[in-house]
């Protein structure tokens, strides 16, 4: 549990500063990693601030240089989270022709995310105990860039007039459950990361119906 000084601290607000120096970005970097790190092995409750600097290997005066509590850079560890799926799927997207094209693209980087860090899922679902906003916040800016997707598409003529933030939603939440079952869930015999994307593309384009 978080020491009585550490919960002190918390109780100042959840604040943090961005850093003006190549050397401060790196000590915020290392800090934020560990942090992360910390969160996902222990949970938020179990983690304590000294915890996270000593795996960071930073004395703990600095942490307070860029957060003024443990809830500060939780929140921190969830926007840079939803920030690094960001920066993953933006380059996948380049030079892709049709919306439904980058939207299998934009799962296939997402699904290749969270196999590479798989604290991801446990991190994100306790913020909507621990941040609430910062839960959300994570979860509209992720559907913002879908829906921006789609209304690409829809002017392009690839989609039906009225795509928008209902079906953002929807391929959303497709995401991230194909994400939990076929990652974090992985069997023996389950399909690989590229034939979920095009498996879940093709339940897109043609929906489940045998009609045409």
């Not at 092995?41 to 996270?52: N, Q």
């Not at 991801?120 to 997707?149: K, M, N, Q, S, W």
């Amino acid at each position: 549990m978080a020491a009585e000084g550490e919960a002190g601290a918390e109780a100042a607000g959840a604040v943090a500063r961005a850093p003006r120096t190549a050397r401060g970005e790196r000590t915020r970097r290392a800090l934020i990693d560990a942090a992360a790190a910390e969160f996902g092995a222990r949970g938020f409750h179990e983690t304590g601030i000294t915890g996270i600097t000593r795996a960071a290997g930073v004395a703990l005066g600095s942490f307070y240089t860029w957060f003024d509590s443990k809830e500060a850079i939780f929140r921190a560890v969830v926007a840079d989270m939803s920030e690094r799926v960001r920066d993953a799927v933006a380059p996948r997207l380049a030079g892709v022709e049709g919306a439904l094209a980058r939207e299998e693209a934009a799962l296939l980087a997402f699904l290749e995310v969270v196999t590479a860090d798989r604290l991801l899922y446990r991190i994100i679902d306790e913020a909507e105990f621990v941040a609430p906003d910062a839960h959300r916040a994570h979860y509209e800016r992720t559907v913002g860039r879908i829906a921006a997707r789609l209304e690409g598409g829809v002017a392009a003529g690839d989609l039906r007039d009225g795509v928008g933030e209902v079906e953002a939603w929807a391929i959303a939440g497709m995401n991230v459950f194909l994400g939990l079952r076929f990652v974090l869930w992985a069997g023996e015999g389950d399909p690989d990361a590229a034939e979920v994307a095009a498996r879940a593309n093709r339940l897109l384009a043609q929906g489940l119906t045998t009609r045409g």
